[in-house]
T-cell receptor, first 115, second 109 residues
Framework: DSGVTQTPKHLITATGQRVTLRCSPR?????VYWYQQSLDQGLQFLIQ???????AKGNILERFSAQQFPDLHSELNLSSLELGDSALYFC??????????????FGPGTRLTVL | DAKTTQPTSMDCAEGRAANLPCNHS???????VYWYRQIHSQGPQYIIH???NNETNEMASLIITEDRKSSTLILPHATLRDTAVYYC??????????FGSGTRLQVQP
């Protein structure tokens, strides 16, 4: 158990819908990272928040957005869902903003299925 | 970015040591070598990291060659639960972790 929690574990929805994925970091961690993993693309970095502020952005679609709240939990919002958004979504957390020894610990993931 | 090369797959007998090699010949001086694993569809799990000295924790040992161009992850007594894909990569502290293809380790009973 990494200490990172994600809800829900599974989500099934229809195309065009909007969903929200939630992540709680390990106690004491200030950074939250979001990743998408689909079968054909491996692990793709989406976005990082550090202490409530956006810190780094990866291949995140405009239909996707995220935020980190004062209690440091984070939410990833996915809208206008398409079949291709079906994937595992992982959240990771780390203590700092991203130094060489800033280890990221991953949550168990949310499996999103878009029908 | 430093590139890594790992065997596609390896087998290991349960109870024996699993030695997983990684080549990172273009690693630069400030890059740490990190190892993670991913058991089928679970979240990637941090194993260990090191800069130039050998490291050991409760999960594994990491042996880094003196020239830092390669490393070996050692699981001293592999169990069936160690069956997973193992990833090694240098980390400069970039926010995005980049997992390559990794080594699929199959522990056989």
């Amino acid at each position: 158990d990494s200490g990172v929690t994600q809800t829900p574990k599974h989500l099934i929805t229809a195309t065009g819908q909007r969903v929200t994925l939630r992540c709680s970091p390990r106690s004491g961690d200030l950074s939250v990272y979001w990743y998408q993993q689909s079968l054909d693309q491996g692990l793709q970095f989406l976005i990082q928040y550090y202490n409530g502020e956006e810190r780094a952005k990866g291949n995140i679609l405009e239909r996707f957005s995220a935020q980190q709240f004062p209690d440091l939990h984070s939410e990833l919002n996915l809208s206008s869902l398409e079949l291709g958004d079906s994937a595992l979504y992982f959240c990771a957390s780390s203590v700092g903003a991203g130094a060489e020894t800033d280890t990221q610990y991953f949550g168990p993931g949310t499996r999103l299925t878009v029908l | 970015d430093a590139k890594t090369t790992q065997p596609t797959s390896m087998d290991c007998a349960e109870g024996r040591a699993a030695n997983l090699p990684c080549n990172h010949s273009t690693i630069s001086g400030n890059e740490y070598v990190y190892w993670y694993r991913q058991i089928h569809s679970q979240g990637p799990q941090y194993i260990i990291h090191g800069l130039k000295n050998n490291e050991t924790n409760e999960m594994a040992s990491l042996i880094i060659t003196e020239d830092r161009k390669s490393s070996t992850l050692i699981l001293p007594h592999a169990t069936l639960r160690d069956t997973a894909v193992y990833y090694c990569f240098p980390n400069t502290g970039r926010r995005a972790l980049t997992f390559g293809s990794g080594t699929r380790l199959q522990v056989q009973p």
